[in-house]
């Protein structure tokens, strides 16, 4: 009864009373946007340029869902990435803020062949140049995570 009310108030606010829909099309039309827009799936990037662009900018963001789905899956990215994800949960909300801010820069960009990329960015946070390698695997690109921190630490 309560949401026939409020629909009936959303109806009027919006001036369709007069018009030829129903409360029930309009709730339909409500969800069915609703649904629409919440079950959209981020589109993957197709180049292994984008890949990196998509993976630096939601690392830096905190944004693990979206870089963890472009990091290349084996045990040691996934390990790698969970030290990363640690380190960064751990900082001050003004160093998030900080590498959120951050600009980056690609000093280098090897296409080695078809399957395989180098990369070298820095950010002008940190301005320290730190390695990439994309690997493509079913004809998409992934991060090779580890690759940029063997032989490394994060601090």
Same mark, same amino acid.
């Given at each position: 009864?309560?949401?026939? %009310? =409020? +629909?009936?108030?959303?109806?009027?606010?919006?001036? @369709?009373?007069?018009?030829?829909?129903?409360?029930?099309?309009?709730?339909?039309?409500? @969800?069915?946007?609703? &649904? *629409?827009?919440?079950?959209?799936?981020?589109?993957?990037?197709? %180049?292994?340029?984008? *890949?990196?662009?998509?993976?630096?900018?939601?690392?830096?963001?905190?944004?693990?869902? +979206?870089?963890?789905?472009?990091?290349?899956?084996?045990?040691?990215?996934?390990?790698?990435?969970? +030290?990363?994800?640690? &380190?960064?949960? =751990? @900082?001050?909300?003004?160093?998030?803020?900080?590498?959120?801010? +951050?600009?980056?820069?690609?000093?280098? &960009?090897?296409?080695?062949?078809?399957? @395989?990329?180098?990369?070298?960015?820095?950010?002008?946070?940190?301005?320290?140049?730190?390695?990439?390698?994309?690997?493509?695997?079913?004809?998409?690109?992934?991060?090779? &995570?580890?690759?940029?921190?063997?032989?490394?630490?994060?601090?």
């Amino acid at each position: 009864m309560m949401l026939k %009310t =409020k +629909t009936s108030k959303a109806i009027k606010a919006l001036g @369709l009373q007069n018009n030829n829909f129903s409360s029930s099309r309009i709730i339909i039309l409500i @969800l069915v946007v609703l &649904f *629409t827009s919440c079950s959209e799936k981020k589109s993957r990037p197709v %180049t292994s340029m984008d *890949t990196a662009r998509l993976f630096i900018e939601s690392s830096l963001n905190g944004d693990f869902k +979206t870089a963890e789905n472009l990091l290349l899956k084996n045990q040691s990215n996934n390990d790698w990435y969970r +030290t990363f994800e640690a &380190f960064y949960n =751990k @900082l001050s909300p003004e160093q998030k803020e900080k590498y959120k801010n +951050t600009n980056y820069q690609i000093n280098s &960009f090897n296409e080695v062949n078809d399957t @395989l990329c180098l990369l070298n960015f820095s950010n002008d946070y940190r301005n320290k140049p730190m390695e990439m390698r994309l690997i493509k695997t079913s004809n998409e690109w992934f991060v090779d &995570f580890s690759y940029s921190y063997q032989g490394d630490k994060i601090q």
